[in-house]
Structures are given as structure tokens and as C-alpha cells.
């Protein structure tokens, strides 16, 4: 049975599936997501004060899903959906006041400021501004390397937008591109994106890129800890050891029973080593001994002022919330119902599947849905050993595609 924590996580994953079926039917205005990610509408209007340092209690959940928001929302400011009417064809291009555009955006926005750059795990002095900094410098602007002889993420995001560019194009710089050189470096102005087909696959690239440029950052705080104090410098630690550390806490939590506030006995650490090893490390004592092993133990412990909740099950704060002006639904269920008695038809998904999906536009939850259905429940343990995020994965992946690929052959 999956445990509190893993529910969570699913319910997220499948608000994303969700959205997936909708952004591939609609368009790819990312921003104007159900949950009130009013990016392009609080440009517009100014972003509203908050407060300079956040506890990473009041964070909201849903990591991954603002990840892909937030990738739409860049496309849409390079895209000049912010201040350009429908009309105008070209953008400019303006690197300064781009990049003062998207850092607005991840100071100004909650959802951004907490759940990507994770300004509550800065202690302080450091408050949302130096945060924002932090994310900008070792995230957007951190190169991406390829993988083998093909090209990176970045590089096709870069080819992407030099096929938009108008005139003379910038000389590229030599080595790896990160998202911010990619974005800018294809010249003074753009054609823009207008047709919504093509805007989407801008967001779409730009999402590919943020999967590979965030992923340090985001397993740093799913640690609890501070990506300044664990990314940079002598202490940096690599992505891998990040990712095995993340399943040895997520081991260790079970077995300590949700009782937190207190260091875990030796018991409890073997057992979540043994479950869950870090390379590099031969037995729990002396992971629990090094800097980073030290740092996780005593944020679970709650003694260095921060009582650690994690990054998967943080909660949102009743009040104190900014207010944001709330987007209409990119596609209703009325909407949608089409795309996926299509997906049915041509065999992509079940018709079971796609009742999962209608709950989940119904609001109803994902333990109810899956609950009452022997079909998913059993294809859920038959192909997918029943890792509930790994089927949501697949089931969205296999709409999207078809939605898109219905999207594009229509004239």
C-alpha cells in the first residue's frame, strides 16, 4: 500500500496528467494553469509584496508541476505575451529586461518563489531576492551538456529559436549552452510564436531543458537543505549521491514512523541504508558522519532552527497567501471529452483509463478513482509493480501525444 506521502505525490502527478491533455489541446499557455497561476495577468498588473523570507512550512506542494508552469511562462515572456498584442508579429528581444521580467517572476510569484527556488531553505540573512539570484545563475543560466554524440536539450531549444530569429544572428558562444544563452542568443528579434502549435513546442523545449538543468536544485531541497550551501564550492554534491540521499530519507521516514523532531537510532538508519545505500559509502554510520549525511539528520532532527517537513509533503500555510487573479481552465471537461474518446477509439488508452481521467477533471480523488476500479488497480500491479507515478507518467505521456498529434494534422 502506498504510504501518505506517496498519495500525495501521485495526486500532483495526476493533476500534471491532467494538464498534459490539456495543453495539448488547447495551446500552450502554460501559465494559465487551474491551481491560480496567474503569471502573464500579475505581470500586467504588478506583482504583489510579500514577505522577504519564507519558513518552508508555508510552502505549497506540487514540485513538479510548477516545473512545467513555469517552462510555459518562459515561453510566453520571450514570446512577448506579456505586453504584445495578438497582432504584432515580432518581438524584440531585450536580454536585460527579460531576465528583470523572469526575476520578478520568481521573487514576486509564491508558488515560484517557494516551490521552485525554495526561498525557505535560504536561512538568513539571504531573503527571496538572493534566492531568486541563486536559482537564475545555477539553473537558467547553468550549461547542459549532450548526451553522446547527438545534441543537448539546450541546443534544440537554441535551434528553435534561431529559426525564428529575423536578421543578422549572434555568434554562438563556444561549449555548452544553458537555457538563458539559448533564449537570447538567436538575435535582436523574433518572429513570434503564434500560431499556438508552435508556441507549444517553445514551452515544450523549454521544459526539456529545465528537466535537466533543475533536477540538482530540486534534490537539494527535497533534503530540506540550501542549493547555495550543496551546489557550489568545495562541498558541491553530484546529482546522483542528491538522488540516493533522497531515497535513503524517504526509507528512513517510514521507519521512523512520521516522528520527527528527533535524531534516528541506529536501527532505523541501517535498515533505510540497507534499502536505500548512497555511493561512495559503505555502512549508515559513516553516512551519517559525513557533511551531507550530518546536514539531513539534523534538519529531520529540527535542530538548526528549521523543523523539516520535506519537499514532497510540504503543506501550504492557512493565510498569508498572496492574492493572484485566477485564469479561466485551459479546457473544459465538455472539452476535452472528445480528445479522449478519440485516444479510446485508436486504442491509446482504455476506456477505463479514460474514466480515471474524467474523475480527476471532476475533482474527485485519485484514491477514489483508482479504488473502485479493478481494471487500473490491476494494471496498475500487473505492469507497472504497482508505482502509481510511474503509471500516471505513462498515461499521460501516451494522451498527450495522441492529443498533439490529432492538434497538428488538422488543417
Same mark, same amino acid.
Given at each position: 500500500?502506498?504510504?501518505?506521502?506517496?498519495?500525495?505525490?501521485?495526486?500532483?502527478?495526476?493533476?500534471?496528467?491532467?494538464?498534459?491533455?490539456?495543453?495539448?489541446?488547447?495551446?500552450?499557455?502554460?501559465?494559465?494553469?487551474?491551481?491560480?497561476?496567474?503569471?502573464?495577468?500579475?505581470?500586467?498588473?504588478?506583482?504583489?509584496?510579500?514577505?522577504?523570507?519564507?519558513?518552508?512550512?508555508?510552502?505549497?506542494?506540487?514540485?513538479?508541476?510548477?516545473?512545467?508552469?513555469?517552462?510555459?511562462?518562459?515561453?510566453?515572456?520571450?514570446?512577448?505575451?506579456?505586453?504584445?498584442?495578438?497582432?504584432?508579429?515580432?518581438?524584440?528581444?531585450?536580454?536585460?529586461?527579460?531576465?528583470?521580467?523572469?526575476?520578478?517572476?520568481?521573487?514576486? =510569484? &509564491?508558488? $515560484?518563489? *517557494? %516551490? @521552485?527556488?525554495?526561498?525557505?531553505?535560504?536561512?538568513?540573512?539571504?531573503?527571496? /531576492? !538572493? #534566492?531568486?539570484?541563486?536559482?537564475?545563475?545555477?539553473?537558467?543560466?547553468?550549461?547542459?551538456?549532450?548526451?553522446?554524440?547527438?545534441?543537448?536539450?539546450?541546443?534544440?531549444?537554441?535551434?528553435?529559436?534561431?529559426?525564428?530569429?529575423?536578421?543578422?544572428?549572434?555568434?554562438?558562444?563556444?561549449?555548452?549552452?544553458?537555457?538563458?544563452?539559448?533564449?537570447?542568443?538567436?538575435?535582436?528579434?523574433?518572429?513570434?510564436?503564434?500560431?499556438?502549435?508552435?508556441?507549444?513546442?517553445?514551452?515544450?523545449?523549454?521544459?526539456?531543458?529545465?528537466?535537466?538543468? =533543475? &533536477?540538482? $536544485?530540486? *534534490? %537539494? @531541497?527535497?533534503?530540506?537543505?540550501?542549493?547555495?550551501?550543496?551546489?557550489?564550492? /568545495? !562541498? #558541491?554534491?553530484?546529482?546522483?549521491?542528491?538522488?540516493?540521499?533522497?531515497?535513503?530519507?524517504?526509507?528512513?521516514?517510514?521507519?521512523?514512523?512520521?516522528?520527527?523532531?528527533?535524531?534516528?537510532?541506529?536501527?532505523?538508519?541501517?535498515?533505510?541504508?540497507?534499502?536505500?545505500?548512497?555511493?561512495?559509502?559503505?555502512?549508515?554510520?559513516?553516512?551519517?558522519?559525513?557533511?551531507?549525511?550530518?546536514?539531513?539528520?539534523?534538519?529531520?532532527?529540527?535542530?538548526?532552527?528549521?523543523?523539516?517537513?520535506?519537499?514532497?509533503?510540504?503543506?501550504?500555510?492557512?493565510?498569508?497567501?498572496?492574492? *493572484?487573479?485566477?485564469?479561466?481552465?485551459?479546457?473544459?471537461?465538455?472539452?476535452?471529452?472528445?480528445?479522449?474518446?478519440?485516444?479510446?477509439?485508436?486504442?491509446?488508452?482504455?476506456?477505463?483509463?479514460?474514466?480515471?481521467?474524467?474523475?480527476?477533471?471532476?475533482?474527485?480523488?485519485?484514491?477514489?478513482?483508482?479504488?473502485?476500479?479493478?481494471?487500473?488497480?490491476?494494471?496498475?500491479?500487473?505492469?507497472?509493480?504497482?508505482?502509481?507515478?510511474?503509471?500516471?507518467?505513462?498515461?499521460?505521456?501516451?494522451?498527450?501525444?495522441?492529443?498533439?498529434?490529432?492538434?497538428?494534422?488538422?488543417?
Amino acid at each position: 500500500m502506498a504510504n501518505a506521502g506517496e498519495i500525495r505525490a501521485s495526486q500532483m502527478q495526476a493533476a500534471t496528467c491532467y494538464e498534459d491533455v490539456l495543453i495539448a489541446g488547447r495551446g500552450p499557455r502554460l501559465a494559465q494553469a487551474r491551481t491560480g497561476q496567474g503569471d502573464d495577468s500579475s505581470i500586467r498588473n504588478g506583482n504583489a509584496a510579500r514577505e522577504p523570507h519564507m519558513s518552508q512550512a508555508s510552502a505549497p506542494k506540487g514540485g513538479r508541476d510548477i516545473v512545467a508552469y513555469f517552462a510555459g511562462h518562459l515561453a510566453n515572456l520571450v514570446n512577448g505575451n506579456d505586453n504584445l498584442s495578438d497582432s504584432e508579429e515580432i518581438v524584440a528581444i531585450k536580454p536585460f529586461s527579460l531576465f528583470e521580467r523572469v526575476h520578478r517572476s520568481l521573487t514576486g =510569484n &509564491r508558488k $515560484y518563489s *517557494e %516551490v @521552485l527556488v525554495g526561498a525557505w531553505a535560504y536561512p538568513p540573512p539571504n531573503n527571496a /531576492e !538572493d #534566492a531568486a539570484d541563486f536559482y537564475f545563475d545555477n539553473v537558467l543560466d547553468r550549461p547542459i551538456g549532450a548526451r553522446g554524440d547527438g545534441p543537448s536539450s539546450a541546443d534544440n531549444l537554441a535551434a528553435l529559436i534561431g529559426s525564428h530569429a529575423i536578421g543578422p544572428r549572434q555568434i554562438r558562444p563556444a561549449g555548452p549552452l544553458s537555457i538563458w544563452k539559448a533564449l537570447t542568443g538567436g538575435g535582436p528579434s523574433l518572429r513570434r510564436f503564434n500560431d499556438k502549435r508552435d508556441l507549444f513546442e517553445l514551452s515544450n523545449r523549454i521544459l526539456k531543458c529545465l528537466d535537466a538543468a =533543475n &533536477r540538482p $536544485y530540486a *534534490e %537539494v @531541497l527535497r533534503l530540506g537543505l540550501c542549493p547555495k550551501e550543496w551546489l557550489v564550492g /568545495e !562541498d #558541491a554534491v553530484g546529482v546522483n549521491t542528491l538522488k540516493a540521499a533522497n531515497a535513503f530519507l524517504k526509507v528512513l521516514k517510514v521507519e521512523m514512523n512520521g516522528e520527527f523532531g528527533r535524531r534516528p537510532d541506529p536501527r532505523e538508519l541501517d535498515v533505510a541504508f540497507f534499502a536505500a545505500p548512497i555511493p561512495g559509502y559503505k555502512e549508515a554510520k559513516a553516512f551519517a558522519a559525513s557533511l551531507l549525511g550530518s546536514a539531513i539528520l539534523t534538519r529531520l532532527a529540527g535542530q538548526d532552527q528549521t523543523f523539516l517537513l520535506s519537499f514532497d509533503a510540504m503543506e501550504a500555510a492557512p493565510g498569508g497567501a498572496l492574492v *493572484e487573479e485566477v485564469d479561466e481552465p485551459l479546457m473544459s471537461a465538455e472539452e476535452a471529452a472528445p480528445f479522449l474518446e478519440g485516444a479510446v477509439a485508436a486504442g491509446v488508452i482504455e476506456a477505463q483509463e479514460m474514466a480515471l481521467l474524467a474523475s480527476i477533471m471532476a475533482g474527485r480523488s485519485l484514491a477514489d478513482a483508482m479504488g473502485s476500479n479493478l481494471y487500473l488497480r490491476r494494471r496498475l500491479k500487473a505492469d507497472f509493480d504497482n508505482n502509481l507515478e510511474a503509471y500516471l507518467d505513462d498515461l499521460s505521456s501516451r494522451t498527450a501525444k495522441f492529443v498533439w498529434k490529432t492538434e497538428s494534422s488538422r488543417p
